[in-house]
T-cell receptor, first 113, second 106 residues
Framework: EAAVTQSPRNKVAVTGGKVTLSCNQT?????MYWYRQDTGHGLRLIHYSYGAGSTEKGDIPDGYKASRPSQENFSLILELATPSQTSVYFC????????????FGPGTRLLVL | GQQVQQSPTSLVLQEGENAELQCNFS?????MQWFYQRPGGSLVSVFYNPSGTKQSGRLTSTTVIKERRSSLHISSSQITDSGTYLCAPNYNVLYFGSGTKLTVEP
């Protein structure tokens, strides 16, 4: 079974502060993804990566940066957190391609005050 | 982004009843996935279905690409089926619908 872990699981941040969300996968998948989930919006793609050193913008990248330093790790960075970024963030990994299936982490609840 | 519409938004059933969940998408796709999410929980893939009909236990998924639709049928619903079901067409990346919240009551 695919294993994707996220840290922290819960985070309270202040407006204007820097927040880093971390994701680790042990499946040697090429692709990794960051989503946020808000009521009424389903999951929306923020950034994704095809492999170490690669990051791509998703549908809602504004206010977020991503970093893929290795095959296993993918981080989401909020340089200047805002209350509108309060959400649940999910990381996922997948082998990639047209038949890609994705395995999700447990999620991180972020509250920006 | 792509348009993905799911219906109904919510559904309440008595245990043993059948459920039909719909997903409509705007353009042709590579494949379709259905995910299950327990309240407050993560997502688990329940079906990968590029096209046609697939069955797994009490779940049946049908995807008709030319009609831009996919459905998930749950037969003989159980209380443990309660949660949110999300469809996600694959356009090289996944686009998620807002989900159908299913509640199965005893």
């Amino acid at each position: 079974e695919a294993a994707v872990t996220q840290s922290p699981r819960n985070k309270v941040a202040v407006t204007g502060g820097k927040v880093t969300l971390s994701c680790n996968q042990t499946n040697n998948h090429n692709n990794m993804y960051w989503y946020r989930q808000d009521t009424g919006h389903g999951l929306r793609l923020i950034h994704y990566s095809y492999g170490a050193g690669s990051t791509e913008k998703g549908d809602i990248p504004d206010g977020y940066k991503a970093s893929r330093p290795s095959q296993e790790n993918f981080s989401l960075i909020l340089e200047l957190a805002t209350p509108s970024q309060t959400s649940v963030y999910f990381c996922a990994s997948g082998p990639g391609g047209a038949q890609d299936t994705q395995y999700f982490g447990p999620g991180t609840r972020l509250l920006v005050l | 982004g792509q348009q993905v519409q799911q219906s109904p938004t919510s559904l309440v059933l008595q245990e043993g009843e059948n459920a039909e969940l719909q997903c409509n998408f705007s353009t042709s796709l590579n494949s379709m996935q259905w995910f299950y999410q327990r309240p407050g929980g993560s997502l688990v893939s329940v079906f990968y279905n590029p096209s046609g009909t697939k069955q797994s236990g009490r779940l049946t998924s049908t995807t008709v690409i030319k009609e831009r639709r996919s459905s998930l049928h749950i037969s003989s619903s159980q209380i443990t089926d309660s949660g949110t079901y999300l469809c996600a067409p694959n356009y090289n990346v996944l686009y998620f619908g807002s989900g159908t919240k299913l509640t199965v009551e005893p």
